[in-house]
C-alpha cells in the first residue's frame, strides 16, 4: 500500500515567492496533519483536519501561511510570499481518528524547502 | 497547555550498550503516549506506543512504560545496534482525534 506521499520533496526558492506543497494521505485516513520541523523548534504541529473541515490551525505562523483540503485524497500548504525564516522540513501525516483507536500518525517523507 | 519534554542530546553510545532517553509530559486526563524514530532523511516513523497507565510498549528491542505516577515514558533498549542511530520523539495525544504533540527530538548515535 502506498504511505503518505508529499511532492515536491526538495524546493529552493528566492524569498518572495509563493511556494506549494502538496500532499496525498493514506486511502481510508480521515485525519490530516502538517508539522514543520527545524533545528531549533523541533517539531511543530502548524494545521490539521479531520473530514477535510481544519480543525487546529493555532500553528499557522501568520496570514503568509494558508491549508486547503479540498477532498479526502489531497491537501495543500502554502505561503505567499516566502522569507527565509520559513526554511525547514514540512511533513504531512495522516491517520484513521475514531474513539476506538489510538490515531497512530504516518508520515510522508518530507518537503525540505529552502528560501534564499 | 499539553506539552513533552525529553532530554537533549545527542546520546553517543557503543554498540552493546545500555540506551534510555528520558522523557516526560504534562497532560490533564489520560493521554495516549508514543514513541516514533526518524532516520536520516526520512519521516517518523511509530516505533511504540502505550495508551494508559502501566502499559508498556515495545519493538524491535526497544521498550517504554507508560507511568501516571511520575508522568514519564522513558525509551529503553538493553543492547543498541549502529542501525539504531536516528532520532528519537516522544510524543503525546491527549484524546482521539486530536493532533500529537512532541518532544523535540533526542539524536542517538551509536559506533561499532
Known amino acids: 500500500d502506498a504511505g503518505v506521499i508529499q511532492s515536491p520533496r526538495h524546493e529552493v526558492t528566492e524569498m518572495g515567492q509563493e511556494v506549494t506543497l502538496r500532499c496525498k494521505p493514506i486511502?481510508?485516513?480521515?485525519?490530516l496533519f502538517w508539522y514543520r520541523q527545524t533545528m531549533m523548534r523541533g517539531l511543530e504541529l502548524l494545521i490539521y483536519?479531520?473530514?477535510?473541515?481544519?480543525?487546529?490551525d493555532s500553528g499557522m505562523p501568520e496570514d503568509r501561511f494558508s491549508a486547503k483540503m479540498p477532498n479526502a485524497s489531497f491537501s495543500t500548504l502554502k505561503i505567499q510570499p516566502s522569507e527565509p525564516r520559513d526554511s525547514a522540513v514540512y511533513f504531512c501525516?495522516?491517520?484513521?481518528?475514531?474513539?476506538?483507536?489510538?490515531?497512530?500518525?504516518?508520515f510522508g517523507e518530507g518537503s525540505r524547502l529552502t528560501v534564499l | 497547555g499539553d506539552s513533552v519534554t525529553q532530554m537533549e542530546g545527542p546520546v553517543t553510545l557503543s554498540e552493546e550498550a545500555f540506551l534510555t532517553i528520558n522523557c516526560t509530559y504534562t497532560?490533564?486526563?489520560?493521554?495516549?503516549l508514543f514513541w516514533y524514530v526518524q532516520y536520516p532523511g526520512e519521516g517518523l516513523q511509530l516505533l511504540l506506543k502505550?495508551?494508559?497507565?502501566?502499559d508498556k510498549g515495545s519493538n524491535k528491542g526497544f521498550e517504554a512504560t507508560y507511568r501516571k505516577e511520575t508522568t514519564s515514558f522513558h525509551l529503553e533498549k538493553g543492547s543498541v545496534q549502529v542501525s539504531d542511530s536516528a532520532v528519537y520523539f516522544c510524543?503525546?495525544?491527549?484524546?482521539?482525534?486530536?493532533?500529537?504533540?512532541f518532544g523535540k527530538g533526542t539524536t542517538l548515535s551509536v559506533s561499532s
Open positions: 501525516a495522516s491517520s484513521l481518528a475514531g474513539t476506538t483507536n489510538t490515531g497512530e500518525l504516518f
Open positions: 486511502s481510508g485516513h480521515n485525519s
Open positions: 497532560a490533564t486526563g489520560y493521554p495516549s
Open positions: 483536519f479531520n473530514n477535510n473541515v481544519p480543525i487546529d
Open positions: 502505550a495508551t494508559k497507565a502501566d
Open positions: 510524543a503525546l495525544r491527549a484524546q482521539a482525534g486530536t493532533a500529537l504533540i
